[in-house]
């Protein structure tokens, strides 16, 4: 229909982002990994102190979460509840 359902500025660097099998919207946004639900709810999913994040999240066929800073290369294991 061509109508903006939502929108979410930063003054951050995005360095990617992806969608996850949920529908989910995972992005590197300065130095943090947040995720988008599909109603355009954003919440931080983790926070790199001290560093920004140069590439998009990558989800691994074991369910955890590959990014890389400009210092480090992280995975992270994602909780479920």
Known sequence: ??????EYQTDNPIAGAV???ENQLLMSDGSELGVFEANGHYRTLY???DESLQTPPTLTSRGELVVATDKKLYCL???RN
Request: aromatic letters at 14%; glycine letters at 6%; one cysteine or more.
């Open 1 to 6: 229909s061509g109508l903006c359902l939502w």
């Open 19 to 21: 969608v996850t099998a």
């Open 77 to 79: 294991a994602i909780r």
């Open 47 to 49: 926070k790199f102190k």
